[in-house]
């Protein structure tokens, strides 16, 4: 690694310039720049500040990352349309005894994920008592979810609606974008069965056998 680098750079003057030096600066920075510019543009304050009002709610290493004020910032803020006033008054009470019974709960002590915190909460029940923490879990359970499909049905967009189809109707869009999104499904779907169903609606123009 310590030997002249002479690719791609004049030498004239850059004698110094080692694979190293090159490895390091021109291509190692030059990629964690441009991570870190993607990252930047994906992930911005409110989102960050999303996910980390949402790890207050992580249940590893015995419910460290526990803050009953970050709980509650993250319900009045990113879903205020869930929660009434009342029920935020009520989420601060039930926050206060969750502090006090959860964590210490056989149950809960092991568990990483919050993933994990709410199957837990419904099998041991607590999901009634703190009925408006278990609410708010749920919410913040659906946001990779509702990110990641709202990235592949843009995605499934550029595809399907192409310059050649500019001209395709709101309503076949969606549905050739249900098809393709979810081309797995799609795909263990028997042609004759669809022909079958059509059949059975009543009498067509077209035979279909």
Same mark, same amino acid.
């Given at each position: 690694?310590?030997?002249?680098?002479?690719?791609?750079?004049?030498?004239?003057?850059?004698?110094?310039?080692?694979?190293?030096?090159?490895?390091?600066?021109?291509?190692?920075?030059?990629?964690?720049?441009?991570?870190?510019?993607?990252?930047?543009?994906?992930?911005?304050?409110?989102?960050?500040?999303?996910?980390?009002?949402?790890?207050?709610?992580?249940?590893?290493?015995?419910?460290?990352?526990?803050?009953?004020?970050?709980?509650?910032?993250?319900?009045?803020?990113?879903?205020?349309?869930?929660?009434?006033?009342?029920? =935020?008054?009520?989420?601060?009470?039930?926050?206060?005894?969750?502090?006090?019974?959860?964590?210490?709960?056989?149950?809960?002590?092991?568990?990483?994920?919050?993933?994990?915190?709410?199957?837990?909460?419904?099998?041991?029940?607590?999901?009634?008592?703190?009925?408006?923490?278990?609410?708010?879990?749920?919410?913040?359970?659906?946001?990779?979810?509702?990110?990641?499909?709202?990235?592949?049905?843009?995605?499934?967009?550029?595809?399907?609606?192409?310059?050649?189809?500019?001209? =395709?109707?709101?309503?076949?869009?969606?549905?050739? =974008?249900?098809?393709?999104?979810?081309?797995?499904?799609?795909?263990?779907?028997?042609? *004759?069965?669809?022909?079958?169903?059509?059949?059975?609606?009543? *009498?067509?123009?077209?035979?279909?056998?």
């Amino acid at each position: 690694m310590g030997a002249p680098f002479k690719g791609g750079r004049s030498s004239k003057g850059e004698d110094h310039i080692t694979f190293e030096h090159h490895y390091h600066f021109d291509v190692f920075n030059t990629i964690i720049d441009y991570q870190l510019m993607e990252l930047n543009n994906r992930f911005n304050d409110e989102a960050m500040e999303l996910l980390i009002l949402s790890s207050a709610l992580e249940p590893k290493d015995g419910f460290k990352s526990f803050k009953a004020g970050d709980i509650c910032k993250l319900a009045s803020k990113f879903y205020p349309d869930d929660f009434t006033q009342q029920e =935020m008054y009520c989420l601060k009470s039930q926050l206060q005894h969750y502090e006090l019974d959860v964590p210490y709960h056989e149950k809960f002590k092991n568990m990483s994920t919050i993933s994990e915190l709410c199957r837990g909460l419904t099998e041991t029940q607590k999901s009634q008592n703190y009925y408006l923490i278990d609410r708010l879990i749920r919410l913040v359970l659906t946001l990779p979810v509702s990110t990641a499909t709202t990235e592949r049905a843009f995605s499934a967009m550029k595809l399907i609606k192409s310059s050649l189809r500019n001209k =395709m109707g709101d309503e076949f869009l969606a549905d050739s =974008m249900v098809v393709y999104i979810e081309r797995e499904l799609a795909e263990s779907i028997d042609t *004759n069965s669809i022909i079958d169903a059509f059949e059975s609606l009543g *009498n067509r123009r077209v035979l279909f056998h």
